[in-house]
């Protein structure tokens, strides 16, 4: 099954708007990370917790929006909606649902057990 041209500008558009997304996430782990440490001690521990988090969050995503760029390159050359692991088609619903999947919902259940 091929994805039509109408599939793929929502895909794109999709990809796009999440792509914004992760930038704006991205950008505010920034400029919150920047804040200088609260001087009381009990918020020092509590605020250097978060880091741990918000360095969590931000290597999330990056790791995204590596994904998201990855797609969109293969919207441009034609290869995307193959199965990275097994080279079947990945469904459209899929596709619509998670536009930056890489495989197939067979392959993305075996890599993820649970
Ligand atoms: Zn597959």
Request: glycine share 6%; aromatic share 2%; with cysteine.
């Amino acid at each position: 099954m091929q994805i039509s041209k109408k599939e793929q500008a929502d895909i794109r558009d999709k990809l796009l708007a999440e792509k914004t997304e992760f930038n704006k996430r991205v950008t505010t782990i920034h400029q919150n990370a920047k804040n200088p440490l609260d001087a009381d001690s009990a918020e020092q521990a509590a605020q250097i917790g978060n880091v741990a988090v918000v360095s969590a969050l931000e290597s999330e995503a990056v790791t995204e929006l590596a994904h998201i760029d990855a797609a969109l390159q293969r919207l441009e050359s034609g290869n995307y909606g193959t199965c990275v692991s097994c080279g079947e088609r990945i469904s459209i619903g899929r596709l619509l649902a998670r536009p930056a999947s890489t495989e197939c919902v067979d392959c993305a259940e075996l890599d993820s057990p649970g």
